[in-house]
């Protein structure tokens, strides 16, 4: 099993900057991306950033220029750094890890949410 750890949401004012981070451990082979995604009340989760890899990093349109993804690759972590945020940011953040086990095959593995509000 792969198990991922979020830190970084809370409350901030339209304007303001957070850092998301992710850690991921336990039984990984490789990792084959690292990304995030949201979910608005009432809303579909979707796409933030992902981090392929071997690929080219792919944002939403509503956050690029914004918002940057990184990973440290040593300690299988994904940060998401978000500046100017907007009251339309406000969502829980999950953090997806696409990973292959020392015995399992590829699989999505989910973090368990952080919740970022961007309100005055």
């Known amino acids: 099993q792969v198990q991922l750890v979020e830190s970084g949401g809370g409350l901030v004012q339209p304007g303001g900057s957070l850092r998301l981070s992710c850690a991921a451990s336990g039984n990984i082979f490789s990792i084959n991306a690292m990304g995030w995604y949201r979910q608005a009340p009432g809303k579909q989760r979707e796409l933030v950033a992902i981090?392929?890899?071997?690929?080219?990093?792919n944002y939403a349109d509503s956050v690029k220029g914004r918002f940057t993804i990184s990973r440290d690759n040593a300690k299988n972590t994904v940060y998401l750094q978000m500046n100017n945020l907007k009251p339309e940011d406000t969502a829980v953040y999950y953090c997806?890890?696409?990973?292959?086990?020392?015995?399992?095959?590829?699989?999505?593995?989910w973090g368990q949410g952080t919740q970022v509000t961007v309100s005055s």
């Open positions: 997806k890890v696409v990973a292959r086990g020392w015995a399992t095959g590829l699989r999505d593995y």
């Open positions: 981090r392929p890899s071997g690929g080219n990093t």
